[in-house]
């Protein structure tokens, strides 16, 4: 049950376009359709933004895409706006009823 | 609407135990699998244990089991995490999430509480 791997921090200018990565193994991320992204502002709880690797919930803007490739899942935000500086991780189903989430991104907005 | 409020945290000595509770409103509890999921001060989130809807089935993360016990009170609307042999590293807050519309995901979360292990 190692973390998954992410970038710690992303940075980028109003309206581009970026990407976090989230690595994990074939016992996880490579195994499921079911990677999860959560947005973090401090002191603030976890909000959901991506589920089964790249659906929005209702309410999460549009400009926020998940993807994977294997072992690896990806986030994209794009337009990148201020409000979307926060701390991103990533969470993975792991088998047997378990989860693993990354060791977390924070978007910095320049 | 939905509503989960933890509550039970606090400082604690190492070795000790504490017992946090999550309270829920505005659903059917008993219906949804619920979720304790940590952060310590400054670091990433870990995903601690699960049980489901019924209690049939529960897992933990390697790291608190054998030490954490999670589990629910249907008739109270309130789900547990029983904490022993606590460690400095355990310090964390604490917060409970449920899958309630979308599966093997955390749709909602509570507040979260804090423990503090520290002598």
């Known amino acids: 049950q190692s973390a998954l791997t992410q970038p710690a921090s992303v940075s980028g200018s109003p309206g581009q376009s970026i990407t976090i990565s989230c690595t994990g193994t074939s016992s996880d991320v490579g195994s499921y359709n079911l990677v999860s992204w959560y947005q973090e502002h401090p002191g603030k709880a976890p909000k959901l933004m991506i589920y089964e690797g790249s659906k929005r919930p209702s309410g999460v803007s549009n400009r926020l895409s998940g993807s994977k490739s294997g072992n690896t899942a990806s986030l994209t935000i794009s337009g990148l706006q201020a409000e979307d500086e926060a701390d991103y991780f990533c969470c993975s189903y792991a088998g047997s009823s378990t989860f693993v989430f990354g060791t977390g991104t924070k978007v910095i907005v320049l | 609407q939905v509503q989960l409020v933890e509550s039970g945290g606090g400082v604690v000595q190492p070795g000790r135990s504490l017992r946090l509770s999550c309270a829920a409103s505005g659903f059917t509890f008993s219906s949804y699998p619920f979720h304790w999921v940590r952060q310590a001060p400054g670091k990433g989130l870990e995903w601690l244990a699960v049980i489901s809807s019924v209690g049939s089935t529960i897992a933990y993360a390697d790291s608190v089991k054998g030490r954490f016990t999670i589990s629910r009170d249907d008739s109270r609307n309130t789900l547990y995490l029983q904490t022993t042999s606590l460690r400095a590293d355990d310090t964390a807050i604490y917060y409970c999430?449920?899958?309630?519309?979308?599966?093997?995901?955390?749709?909602?979360w509570g507040q979260g509480t804090l423990v503090t292990v520290s002598s």
């Open positions: 999430a449920m899958e309630k519309d979308i599966r093997s995901s955390f749709d909602y």
